[in-house]
């Protein structure tokens, strides 16, 4: 007895368009500080996009601990023992692949990507206010000075100075860094980019990255990450 029998297009053959190219920025929480990404990416093949991008983070040092003296309600936090703040710039070259398709407008895409590039660190030197004794018991002074572990303490530290402080004593190291990282693209707009991406990032200097005066620092950063991305895709 003849019959007829329906079934569902599979949604594997639904592919839907295929865009060339993306532009996408966001921002990066890492283990070591804060930073912000961004990326252009040029289709390769259709699972496979080419990266062009730069991320700019701070990095910390780990023994970095906010103080204040406490002889003086209004002095300004400062971490003690820390010579520079520093920031790194690091351009990449890279690939974004794609492991699972996203099968339907609610689903995620899953993929990974790598990096590598220059690594650029900026050592900015941390000024701080230093008290100073006025002829009156009652008054003193203050001067903003280029912390120096040999002349001031906690005793005679009162705050943090202002932040621009020191650009103009900028330093800059030259190193090398690679990236490796998951993503997850949720956006429901075909033509939008949103997705998280963890990973891990290796900067690697030829000397010791000055932060701290009184531990030990290091040549390298290894760093795990969450990036909050989003962006648009262009034919």
């Known amino acids: 007895m003849p019959f007829l029998a329906w079934a569902q297009k599979p949604a594997s053959e639904d592919i839907g368009l295929v ?25 390769k093949s259709y699972k496979n996009k080419l990266s062009f991008g730069a991320d700019f983070v701070n990095m910390r040092n780990p023994k970095e601990v906010k103080v204040s003296n406490p002889n003086y309600d209004d002095g300004r936090g400062y971490y003690y023992g820390k010579l520079n703040g520093v920031m790194v710039l690091r351009p990449f070259f890279g690939e974004r692949r794609i492991l699972f398709q996203k099968l339907r407008e609610q689903g995620v895409e899953v993929g990974y990507n790598w990096g590598i590039g220059p690594s ?3 050592l900015k030197p941390v000024y701080l206010q230093v008290i100073y ?39 800059m190291r030259l190193g090398g860094h690679a990236r490796f990282g998951l993503h997850f693209e949720f956006s429901p707009e075909e033509d939008r980019f949103k997705a998280l991406e963890v990973g891990a990032a290796f900067d ?9 005066a009184n531990e030990l620092n290091k040549p390298y950063f290894f760093t795990l990450y969450l990036n909050f991305i989003f962006g648009r895709k262009h034919f």
């Open 204 to 212: 690697l200097f030829p000397a010791k990255i000055p932060i701290m």
């Open 133 to 171: 004794p006025t002829n009156s018991p009652f008054e003193m002074r203050t001067v903003d000075e280029r912390y120096d572990p040999s002349k001031h303490n906690v005793d005679n530290i009162y705050g943090r100075s202002r932040w621009g402080l020191g650009m103009d004593e900028l330093k």
């Open 120 to 122: 650029i660190a900026m």
């Open 19 to 43: 865009y060339r190219k993306e532009v996408v920025g966001g921002g990066i929480l890492h283990s070591s500080g804060v930073g912000l990404h961004f990326r252009y990416g040029v289709q």
